[in-house]
């Protein structure tokens, strides 16, 4: 089939998020000025450099009640968040924290996730998460879309600080089979890391 993408494409759903996958989930928690937490899954999200690292998520559309999102408000007014790795056994929490819930609802309880405090920023992380990226915020890029009242906003952040849990870690390098992150497809559709092959990059000429 072929499709122009201002017009039709005659599917059940649209097909675009189930074509760019997989899809890292980032598990962005942030903090509002007074310190109330939020926590909130994003699967446009990935790393875009690294050196310094740094990391990208997508707060798109608008919050339930109006207005920015939580997360996109937070860290714009604050200038740091933590992106917490979403996994195999944490995905149930996860998906509790993506309900679109009015804004004095606390996600951490809500998912039945536990706060544990950063080193470097002031959000906390998610104690059962094996991996948090503590960010601070770089600028927000604000991307064309098709309906004004639902904007398209890119929120860059600089990762200052990693946790990783040691049970994840084999001869010094990530053990993906044990980490087991998770990412979107599309629809509902989710899958998980459980096979790793490995390929050497070719040397030239």
């Avoid at 998520?57 to 992106?83: I, M, R, Y």
């Avoid at 609802?105 to 991996?131: N, Q, Y």
């Avoid at 098709?146 to 084999?170: E, F, R, S, Y």
Wanted: glycine share 6%; hydrophobic share 40%; with cysteine.
């Amino acid at each position: 089939m072929y499709y122009e993408t201002d017009g039709p494409h005659g599917l059940k759903h649209n097909p675009f998020k189930s074509l760019v996958a997989p899809r890292p989930i980032g598990w962005i928690s942030s903090q509002d000025s007074e310190g109330k937490i939020n926590l909130a899954p994003y699967s446009f999200f990935n790393a875009v450099a690294s050196d310094p690292p740094i990391v990208f998520f997508a707060a798109n559309g608008t919050h339930s009640e109006g207005g920015a999102k939580d997360s996109l408000a937070n860290v714009e007014a604050t200038g740091e968040f933590v992106c917490n790795v979403a996994t195999w056994e944490t995905r149930e929490a996860m998906n509790k924290s993506s309900a679109a819930a009015p804004r004095d609802v606390d996600e951490f309880a809500l998912a039945g996730l536990t706060p544990v405090s950063s080193r470097l920023v002031k959000p906390p992380r998610v104690k059962e998460s094996p991996v948090h990226l503590e960010c601070r915020y770089l600028q927000t890029v604000t991307l064309p879309t098709t309906n004004p009242a639902q904007p398209n906003n890119m929120v860059l952040g600089q990762v200052v600080a990693i946790h990783i849990d040691d049970a994840i870690l084999k001869d010094g390098m990530i053990d993906m089979e044990k980490f087991r992150p998770i990412a979107r497809l599309g629809y509902m559709d989710y899958t998980v890391v459980n096979e790793v092959f490995t390929m050497q990059r070719p040397s030239w000429p």
